[in-house]
Every structure is written in structure tokens, then in C-alpha cells.
């Protein structure tokens, strides 16, 4: 067992995401690398959201799929399942229980306040279901249900989980408990992750995003394709490094001496965007060589996949029984 795990944690950790298949590098650095370091000082578990997305999704077709991808790039970029509860979210029924017991203590208007909630109405105004408006509190079961103490979130993402709290202190406070924990949350340090148009978050709807899974050639191609300073319009123009995408990602994947040069360079039009482009793509399928080695490994075993997520699902599972015996009790439920 790895040395990580006889040191004393800090508390246990929550994070869920929606299955989308193959992940991408605004994922990675916007997620997984979090993910990886959090294990060293939490008790960390890591939800695929299935139920979740069934609240955008037309068809479930590539479902099960996109859930098996998301799953060997985490354990590619270093989850380890000896230590860490790695699972699919409809394995442990016990969240919807709860789902529907919290909403009993959510208020409407509050659920519909929430500006995650307005945005998705401007994305999908034919499909406002059910599940959609309620959507934060399945997010609070599943935060709550394993007596998570803290929550890494980006700053978008801030209402939702003060949203949870507010659930918490609800449902302690109608029934006299506390047996519901109050998550802190744990913010993200790095910031969005644009696209390879360097105008939108990264994004497959969008199209403008590199998976971290990709080939070197795939890799390189998107990577040329990525906008830089739109002002720049020849070879001979000094460039702004402060406005381009392509500088923002050299700073995570490129050595400091390489980033330096670039910003002195760009600016005096000493290198070109193709070569500055070029050099990112290097340095990028450098950076990701072992994981695509590691994860290509796992993909030539996927049962083994499935029998992490099955075991991670049975330990979510008995603890996810015992939150609910309490919750049970705290109510007065036969």
C-alpha cells in the first residue's frame, strides 16, 4: 500500500462528473490533476454522474461508454483505486432516497434562482424537465451521502455548493440532527480553459478541444489550429503573449526557461506562432506520453475497469447505508 495512505488525512473529499467519454485538456487541468494531488491528503471519492446526465442527454446510446472512457483516463492520470472510492453514481441507489428526501426541504424558487439553472433554460428551452430544475439537489444527496467535508469546485460552481449547505443546515434544523455533514468548499486553483478559438470555455459540444487521450498527430493538428494573438496579423508583428491561449497553456506544459523565452520572444517578434504552436504540441505530447502508455494498458483489460468501479461502488455503497440509517432516524421513518 502505497505510503500516502498511512499518513492521518485531512477529511474526505466529494467530486462528481458528468460522463462525457474521452476527457479534455481543460478537464485535466481544470480536474483530474486536482484529483490526483487531493489523494495525498484526503480520503477521496470520485462519482461519475450518470443519473446527472440524464437531464441533457437525448439519447443514453453512448452512456455506458463515455462512462468506461472517463474511467481509464482518471485511472491513467493517477487515481488510485486501492485508495481512493472510484465509482458510477446509479450503483448506489441509496442518492436518490435521498434526493427526494431533501427535496422535501428545498423551496422552489430557490432551485430556479440558481444561475446554473437560467443558463441551462437559454441552452435547452424545449427540455426543461423534472430533473433539470431539481438537479442541485441530487447534487447535495450525493455530496452529503458519503460524509464528504469538502468539495473541490471551480468558482462557477460556488452557488451550487453554498446551495448544499443551505439543504444541510435546512434538513438538520427541520428535524433536529446533525447528522448531516456541512461540506466546505474547496476551490480550484486553475482558471477556465479556452478552447483551441481562444474565445469559449473548452468544450466537445463546442468543438474546440484537444483530448488528453489523443494521438501525437491528433495532438499536433489541433494544436495548430489554435488562435493566437488575433492582432498579430504577419511573422513580422510583435505579439502580446498575455492575450494568447497557446502562452496560457506553455505556462502548464512547457519548462520555465521555454516559457520565459517565449514572452520576451513573441513580443519583439523574435518566434513566429507556428513555431511557438509547434513547440507547445512537443512539449504537450511529452507531457502526456505516460499517461496515454498507462492508459492504453488498461484499455487492453476493460473488465478489470469495470471491476474497479463495481468494488468502488459496493465501499460507496456501505457507506451511502449507514448515512441513511441515520438520516432514517433523525425523521422517524419505519
Known amino acids: 500500500m502505497p505510503s500516502a495512505t498511512k499518513r492521518k488525512k485531512k477529511g474526505r473529499v466529494f467530486s462528481g462528473a458528468r460522463p462525457t467519454g474521452r476527457q479534455h485538456l481543460g478537464n485535466y487541468l481544470g480536474a483530474i490533476k486536482n484529483y490526483v494531488a487531493l489523494q495525498d491528503d484526503y480520503d477521496c471519492v470520485y462519482c461519475i454522474v450518470d443519473l446527472h446526465a440524464l437531464t441533457t442527454l437525448e439519447t443514453t446510446e453512448n452512456l455506458r461508454q463515455n462512462s468506461y472512457e ?7 492520470a493517477g487515481i488510485r483505486p486501492e485508495e481512493t472510492i472510484m465509482f458510477i453514481q446509479s450503483h448506489v441507489l441509496e442518492v436518490t432516497e435521498l434526493h427526494t428526501i431533501l427535496s422535501m426541504v428545498t423551496p422552489l424558487g430557490k432551485l430556479t434562482d440558481l444561475p446554473t439553472f437560467k443558463e441551462k433554460v437559454r441552452q435547452q428551452p424545449h427540455n426543461i424537465n423534472y430533473g433539470l430544475v431539481g438537479y442541485p439537489v441530487l447534487m447535495a444527496a450525493d455530496i452529503v451521502l458519503y460524509k464528504s467535508d469538502a468539495v473541490p469546485v471551480g468558482v462557477d460552481q460556488q452557488p451550487h455548493l453554498e446551495f ?6 435546512s434538513f438538520n434544523y427541520r428535524f433536529n440532527t446533525q447528522c448531516l ?3 466546505e468548499m474547496k476551490a480550484t486553483e486553475f482558471p477556465k480553459v479556452l478552447g483551441i478559438d481562444g474565445v469559449q470555455k473548452m468544450s466537445k459540444s463546442l468543438n474546440n478541444h484537444i483530448e488528453i487521450a489523443a494521438t501525437p498527430e491528433e495532438t499536433q493538428q489541433r494544436v ?3 488562435v493566437t494573438d488575433p492582432q498579430r496579423m504577419r511573422r513580422t508583428d510583435p505579439g502580446n503573449p498575455d492575450v494568447c491561449n497557446v502562452f496560457t497553456l506553455h505556462k502548464s506544459f512547457s519548462s520555465p526557461e521555454e516559457v520565459a523565452n517565449i514572452n520576451v520572444e513573441c513580443r519583439r517578434a523574435g518566434i513566429g506562432c507556428v513555431d511557438c504552436k509547434k513547440l507547445l504540441a512537443k512539449n504537450l505530447n511529452e507531457h502526456l506520453r505516460g499517461f496515454r502508455q498507462r492508459r492504453a494498458e488498461l484499455d487492453r483489460n476493460p473488465d478489470d475497469v469495470w471491476d474497479i ?3 468502488g461502488g459496493a465501499r460507496a455503497k456501505r457507506i451511502a447505508q449507514a448515512t441513511m440509517q441515520e438520516v432514517h432516524a433523525a425523521i422517524g421513518l419505519p
Do not use: G
Not at 472517463?70 to 491513467?76: N, Q, R, S, V
Not at 448544499?164 to 443546515?169: D, I, K, S
Open 164 to 169: 448544499t449547505r443551505e439543504v444541510v443546515r
Open 309 to 311: 468501479l463495481n468494488e
Open 70 to 76: 472517463m474511467a481509464l483516463d482518471w485511472l491513467a
Open 224 to 226: 495548430m489550429q489554435m
Open 181 to 183: 455533514i456541512e461540506p
